[in-house]
């Protein structure tokens, strides 16, 4: 799985998707995100769709977007096929990559998701939904190492060991780790999960 970073305004989603996701995925992008040689047979192989649960400011929208697929022929006439995603989308995901970092930055272990979100379109029949991908994602980077990897990088960086305050008292405190270490160490304020996403395959 390969992840192409973009930010785009969610006031218009689908419009910016379009634009800074499926029109910009050239041939020439293509093969410069799957890492291919220049020259290499691809082309666009149709793309399938999925639910992506977005944060509007405070508000959840439900959203259907599509994934863009592509297909190759290498040197040996062998066929490949690859998906490209948006780097807001976590694979097997429905959580758009920003609402699960505002609800890991602000859901404290004793919270409830509603607290801090609206569902006026009642969307969701619980927080459960949330929760369980939240808990998901977790899970995945802590199987991949992305924690201890990220503290790594820190101390090489700044000569000092990642000491990170607080964390505990976050639902999801690993994510918080992640995402407060990624915030330092590459300088940035929003969309860090994304960020991530887009080079933790690379």
């Known amino acids: 799985m390969r992840n192409l970073f973009i930010n785009i305004d969610i006031e218009n989603f689908e419009q910016e998707l379009n634009n ?7 041939h020439e992008k293509a093969l410069e995100i799957l890492c291919l040689e220049p020259g290499t047979p691809i082309k666009k192989n149709g793309t399938w769709p999925r639910d992506l649960l977005v944060l509007n400011i405070t508000k959840l929208e439900l959203h ?19 998906s490209i995603f948006p780097s807001f989308v976590f694979k097997h995901n429905p ?32 927080e459960d939904k949330i929760i369980k991908n939240c808990l998901s994602l977790e899970k995945k980077l802590s199987k991949s190492h992305i924690p201890e990897k990220i503290a790594i990088k820190y101390t090489e960086q700044f000569n000092d060991i990642a000491n ?30 994304s960020f991530l996403n887009s080079i933790i395959n690379k």
């Open 64 to 82: 259907r977007i599509k994934i863009q697929k592509f297909q190759w022929i290498d040197k040996d006439s062998k066929k490949h096929y690859a």
């Open 20 to 26: 800074k996701y499926l029109k910009s995925l050239t």
């Open 164 to 193: 990170v305050r607080n964390i505990k008292f976050y639902k999801f405190h690993i994510l918080k780790y992640i995402i407060k270490l990624t915030s330092v160490i590459y300088n940035k304020t929003k969309n860090i999960l």
């Open 95 to 126: 959580l758009h990559s920003d609402l699960i970092e505002y609800i890991v930055n602000n859901l404290n272990d004793s919270g409830n998701v509603f607290e801090y979100v609206e569902d006026p379109d009642d969307i969701l029949e619980s």
